[in-house]
């Protein structure tokens, strides 16, 4: 009976032994199973750097932030340290330290927690933070020893070390000890002295509780203990670790403050490298990122902005609608010749939304050098093609209502004859329309979208959309294709494709990227200096003086509707920059304070520019060899003569130059006239009544300088609505007869303008000093109030300076 129940108990025993074994067997073998696979382990994701044009780092995209460095680099204190506190056995154990881990289980069981100390070495670290969770379960304990295990068997000592070195969390957002190192003491780790060494040797155990950032005294601390734990085990002498434990802190954090600069253009290059390469090898595949930012212009680009907010020239209020700071800006500088991207500004903040590329605006006026560019080359105009600048009624636009003035130019100014130069000078809006209109909306859009401008919509090339020539379009456009466009004109006429990133490079330093920009003609060399010449004369004479600076720069202002967008866009001969302002919500930037326009916006160009350029080499516009200066008449746009009152040197491209010599001005005379009734004065004629008028001997006409006013009348408007203008003739200029109503001026049976005369009838409303001879009481007036043509032979002179 004892043999039997012995019996039964082995049995018993044995198949409880053997079921037990087994399960535990599956069980490991299970986890196991579950466990990854480490045979193509190359390293954790690593930090992608972008550098900017001088190889200096500007900034860092990672998951984790992580610089790969060799063991080769690192020095032997630094790998001495991490052996000495980590794991002293490193060398001669096998993965698992079973030692240490009976010594962990002993301490755990005398402390009632089974998993308080994990006796962990150097592998299983690597092994738990490259590929498992720092959750507490046997579990990942099995898993952490078997992962060990087959690092031991696949790698080396060295490449486990390598591994583990550039793997380990060391504070804040340091992965690895090369971005610690970086990160803690502003240098690469090659260059760490045994103090620094210890101290990061020190951080795997407890990051956040020993950061010398935050806890400066815990982390001495803690490096005193790792040098003592160096000193026992024979690493350094005890001078070493006396004059180490001795060592002030030394902390540089300067690499982090200038991650928050380029901010935008960091942005910029992020989405250009994610739409090439994804996501996942940006944040994670160590890519070297080399851009054509210059840091220097970059950092006068964000002083520039921020000394104008601060100040106060750009106001600053908090919307409803947004919680940035508004009115925003964006400011963006390119290479004319390269199309590199200098410099950029995307906004007054660091907030996601980069307005230098994202923000499609309207341009305004900025927009008219494209129209007049088109005209060069598709039209027969010249940069001294003459336009009567007086209103047109909107139904010879085809905008709505026939008695409507449109298109108004900005204070309802009007000047009459004027040459394209001066009507680009001064942003003429009637000038604008007429260009449009002549060469066609969809051959401006043809050439503008030549010019590298992205955004137009179907609804942009309507044949009567003649707004665009004012900037109206249905987007917009961007601030950088702004800047592209204007650099064709400094480019002779080349248009090169605006880029940020040069070369990128794999983690391995393999060249996998080298931008290779797009470069084509858009427009001839001689058509891209007359508008070059144009635009400087802007700046020289006209809206854009604010701009000016001891070298030729050409450039335009614009300024939309109820002022929600002010630009200034120009360039030198080697940068070109547009500086955009405005709401983010369209809003009016006329506040309390004061309006913003163009005129901040060139001022703002005006100060960055300046010093920008100011070391680079004075290279005004060449004038190519087929383009000539002339002097000529802006009043007729022929060869100037003797009498000539003002003379208007411009370029041409030869053979488009005027042949003909003007006979419009000739001797003058002055003649008093009683304003009253427009003709003669007489001594009888009040003194407050008189006016002395000028005319052209001869032919009689009369020519400023002088001034008209007329007022719209539209009973569908509303009385502050009418238009109110004013026709301002210069020194010399004929003088148009205009509606008093509407402006518009009066022609001929041929188009050509109606000029006024000098009358040949003395006043009849006061008592005259002589009796008219019955000549000239027969002699009909051709005052302004004449409806009378007149006789043939200053009809034929009215036909040829006809130039409408």
Same mark, same amino acid.
């Given at each position: 009976?004892?043999?039997?129940?012995?019996a039964?108990?082995?049995?018993?025993?044995?198949?409880?032994?053997?079921?037990?074994?087994?399960a535990?067997?599956?069980?490991?073998?299970?986890?196991?199973?579950?466990?990854?696979?480490?045979?193509?382990?190359?390293?954790?994701?690593?930090?992608?750097?972008?550098?900017?044009?001088?190889?200096?780092?500007?900034?860092?995209?990672?998951?984790?932030?992580?610089?790969?460095?060799?063991?080769e680099?690192?020095?032997?204190?630094?790998?001495?340290?991490?052996?000495?506190?980590?794991?002293?056995?490193?060398?001669?154990?096998?993965?698992?330290?079973?030692?240490?881990?009976?010594?962990?289980?002993?301490?755990?069981?005398?402390?009632?927690?089974?998993?308080?100390?994990?006796?962990?070495?150097?592998?299983?670290?690597?092994?738990?933070n490259?590929?498992?969770?720092?959750?507490?379960?046997y579990?990942?304990?099995?898993?952490?020893?078997?992962?060990?295990?087959?690092?031991?068997?696949?790698?080396?000592?060295?490449?486990?070390?390598?591994?583990?070195?550039?793997?380990?969390?060391?504070?804040?957002?340091?992965?690895? +000890?090369?971005?610690?190192?970086?990160?803690?003491?502003?240098?690469?780790?090659?260059?760490?002295?045994?103090?620094?060494?210890?101290?990061?040797?020190?951080?795997?155990?407890?990051?956040?509780?020993?950061?010398?950032?935050?806890?400066?005294?815990?982390?001495?601390?803690?490096?005193? +203990?790792?040098?003592?734990?160096?000193?026992?085990?024979g690493?350094?002498?005890?001078?070493?670790?006396?004059?180490?434990?001795?060592?002030e802190?030394?902390?540089?954090?300067?690499?982090?403050?200038?991650?928050?600069?380029?901010?935008?253009?960091?942005?910029?290059?992020?989405?250009?490298?994610?739409?090439?390469?994804?996501?996942?090898?940006v944040?994670?595949?160590?890519?070297?990122?080399?851009?054509?930012?210059?840091?220097?212009?970059?950092?006068?680009?964000?002083?520039?902005?921020?000394?104008?907010?601060?100040?106060?020239?750009?106001?600053?209020?908090?919307?409803?609608?947004?919680?940035?700071?508004?009115?925003? #800006?964006?400011?963006?500088?390119?290479? !004319?010749?390269?199309? =590199?991207?200098? =410099?950029?500004?995307?906004?007054?903040?660091t907030?996601?939304?980069?307005?230098?590329?994202?923000?499609?605006?309207?341009?305004?006026?900025?927009?008219?050098p494209? !129209?007049?560019?088109?005209?060069?080359?598709?039209?027969?105009?010249?940069?001294?093609?003459?336009?009567?600048?007086l209103?047109?009624?909107a139904?010879?636009?085809?905008? *709505?209502?026939?008695?409507?003035?449109?298109?108004?130019?900005?204070?309802?100014?009007?000047?009459?004859? $004027?040459?394209?130069?001066?009507? #680009?000078?001064?942003?003429?809006n009637v000038? =604008?329309?007429?260009?449009?209109?002549?060469?066609?909306?969809?051959?401006?859009?043809?050439?503008?979208?030549?010019?590298?401008?992205?955004?137009?919509?179907?609804?942009?090339? #309507?044949?009567?959309?003649?707004?665009?020539?004012?900037?109206?379009?249905?987007?917009?456009?961007?601030?950088?294709?702004?800047?592209?466009?204007?650099?064709?004109?400094?480019?002779?006429?080349?248009?090169?494709e605006?880029?940020?990133?040069?070369?990128?490079?794999?983690?391995?330093?393999?060249?996998?990227?080298?931008?290779?920009?797009e470069?084509?003609?858009?427009?001839?060399?001689?058509?891209?200096?007359?508008?070059?010449?144009?635009?400087?004369?802007? !700046?020289?004479?006209?809206?854009?003086?604010?701009?000016?600076?001891?070298?030729? +720069?050409?450039?335009?202002?614009?300024?939309?509707?109820?002022?929600?967008?002010a630009?200034?866009?120009?360039?030198?001969?080697? $940068?070109?920059?547009?500086?955009?302002?405005?709401?983010?919500?369209?809003?009016?930037?006329?506040?309390?304070?004061?309006? +913003?326009g163009?005129?901040?916006?060139?001022?703002?160009?005006?100060?960055?520019?300046r010093?920008? !350029?100011?070391?680079?080499?004075?290279?005004?516009?060449?004038?190519?060899?087929?383009?000539?200066?002339?002097?000529?008449?802006?009043?007729?746009?022929?060869?100037?003569?003797?009498?000539?009152?003002?003379?208007?040197?411009?370029?041409?491209?030869?053979?488009?130059?005027?042949?003909?010599?003007?006979? #419009?001005?000739?001797p003058?005379?002055?003649?008093?006239?009683?304003?009253?009734?427009?003709?003669?004065?007489?001594?009888?004629?009040?003194?407050?009544?008189?006016?002395?008028?000028?005319?052209?001997?001869?032919?009689?006409?009369?020519?400023?300088?002088?001034?008209?006013?007329?007022?719209?009348?539209?009973?569908?408007?509303?009385?502050?609505?009418?238009?109110?203008?004013?026709?301002?003739?210069? =020194?010399?200029?004929?003088?148009?007869?205009?509606?008093?109503?509407? *402006?518009?001026?009066?022609?001929?049976?041929?188009?050509?303008?109606?000029?006024?005369?000098?009358?040949?009838?003395?006043?009849?409303?006061?008592?005259?000093?002589?009796?008219?001879?019955?000549?000239?009481?027969?002699?009909?007036?051709?005052?302004?109030?004449?409806?009378?043509?007149?006789?043939?032979?200053?009809?034929?002179?009215?036909?040829?300076?006809?130039?409408?």
């Amino acid at each position: 009976m004892k043999k039997r129940t012995k019996a039964i108990f082995l049995i018993s025993f044995l198949l409880i032994f053997a079921l037990g074994t087994g399960a535990i067997l599956g069980a490991v073998t299970w986890i196991i199973q579950d466990t990854p696979d480490i045979t193509d382990y190359k390293g954790s994701s690593e930090a992608t750097l972008i550098y900017d044009a001088d190889g200096e780092l500007l900034t860092k995209l990672f998951k984790e932030n992580r610089v790969y460095v060799p063991l080769e680099k690192m020095p032997e204190d630094l790998k001495n340290a991490i052996v000495a506190i980590e794991d002293t056995k490193f060398y001669v154990h096998h993965g698992i330290d079973f030692w240490g881990i009976g010594r962990a289980m002993v301490n755990n069981i005398l402390k009632g927690d089974l998993l308080d100390q994990g006796a962990s070495t150097i592998t299983q670290q690597l092994a738990r933070n490259a590929f498992l969770t720092l959750d507490k379960n046997y579990l990942r304990k099995i898993q952490e020893a078997y992962l060990a295990i087959q690092f031991e068997r696949l790698y080396t000592k060295s490449e486990i070390l390598e591994m583990y070195l550039n793997e380990i969390f060391l504070g804040h957002s340091a992965y690895g +000890v090369e971005t610690a190192s970086l990160q803690y003491f502003g240098k690469s780790v090659e260059n760490l002295t045994l103090a620094e060494s210890a101290l990061i040797a020190g951080l795997p155990q407890s990051p956040n509780n020993y950061t010398p950032l935050r806890y400066p005294e815990r982390a001495i601390r803690r490096r005193n +203990v790792v040098l003592d734990r160096m000193y026992e085990l024979g690493y350094i002498t005890e001078a070493e670790r006396d004059q180490a434990k001795n060592a002030e802190l030394n902390l540089d954090t300067v690499e982090e403050s200038k991650n928050n600069s380029a901010h935008y253009f960091a942005l910029y290059v992020r989405d250009q490298l994610i739409n090439r390469f994804g996501a996942s090898m940006v944040y994670s595949g160590g890519l070297k990122v080399h851009t054509t930012l210059n840091s220097e212009m970059q950092n006068l680009a964000e002083q520039t902005i921020n000394n104008k907010i601060e100040n106060g020239f750009i106001p600053s209020f908090q919307s409803n609608q947004s919680e940035n700071l508004q009115p925003q #800006l964006s400011l963006v500088s390119l290479d !004319v010749n390269s199309g =590199a991207i200098r =410099a950029m500004v995307g906004g007054r903040g660091t907030d996601q939304f980069n307005r230098a590329y994202q923000a499609v605006r309207q341009p305004g006026s900025a927009f008219k050098p494209f !129209v007049y560019s088109t005209a060069l080359i598709e039209g027969d105009y010249t940069t001294g093609t003459v336009i009567n600048d007086l209103p047109m009624l909107a139904s010879e636009t085809g905008k *709505g209502d026939k008695l409507s003035i449109w298109p108004r130019n900005y204070g309802d100014r009007y000047r009459g004859l $004027i040459n394209l130069n001066t009507a #680009l000078t001064n942003s003429v809006n009637v000038a =604008a329309v007429k260009l449009i209109q002549d060469v066609g909306v969809k051959n401006v859009i043809n050439f503008t979208e030549r010019l590298g401008i992205s955004t137009f919509t179907q609804d942009d090339g #309507l044949d009567d959309h003649y707004s665009l020539a004012l900037g109206g379009l249905n987007r917009g456009v961007t601030p950088i294709e702004m800047a592209s466009a204007y650099s064709v004109f400094a480019n002779k006429g080349i248009y090169t494709e605006p880029h940020a990133i040069t070369e990128v490079y794999d983690k391995h330093d393999n060249l996998i990227y080298e931008a290779q920009p797009e470069s084509k003609m858009v427009m001839s060399e001689d058509d891209s200096y007359l508008i070059t010449s144009m635009l400087k004369s802007v !700046v020289d004479n006209g809206t854009g003086r604010r701009a000016q600076m001891n070298r030729d +720069v050409g450039g335009k202002t614009g300024t939309t509707n109820d002022y929600t967008d002010a630009w200034f866009v120009g360039f030198t001969s080697q $940068i070109a920059t547009s500086v955009w302002i405005g709401e983010d919500t369209n809003r009016s930037m006329e506040y309390d304070v004061k309006t +913003v326009g163009s005129g901040e916006a060139a001022q703002i160009w005006g100060d960055y520019m300046r010093e920008a !350029v100011k070391d680079m080499p004075v290279i005004n516009f060449q004038m190519p060899d087929n383009v000539i200066e002339v002097d000529v008449d802006p009043y007729t746009g022929l060869l100037s003569n003797q009498y000539s009152p003002r003379i208007d040197v411009l370029p041409y491209k030869e053979g488009t130059e005027p042949t003909k010599r003007e006979s #419009l001005h000739g001797p003058v005379e002055t003649v008093r006239i009683d304003r009253e009734s427009g003709l003669l004065a007489t001594a009888n004629c009040p003194a407050d009544q008189v006016e002395e008028r000028h005319y052209i001997s001869g032919s009689g006409i009369r020519i400023g300088p002088t001034q008209k006013s007329f007022r719209e009348f539209n009973s569908s408007k509303r009385s502050e609505d009418l238009v109110r203008g004013t026709y301002t003739i210069e =020194a010399g200029e004929p003088v148009q007869q205009i509606d008093h109503e509407y *402006g518009i001026p009066k022609v001929q049976r041929n188009g050509n303008p109606r000029y006024e005369t000098k009358p040949n009838r003395i006043c009849n409303l006061h008592p005259a000093s002589q009796p008219l001879t019955e000549d000239a009481a027969d002699t009909e007036s051709n005052s302004d109030d004449s409806s009378e043509e007149s006789d043939d032979s200053i009809r034929s002179l009215f036909d040829i300076f006809g130039n409408d």
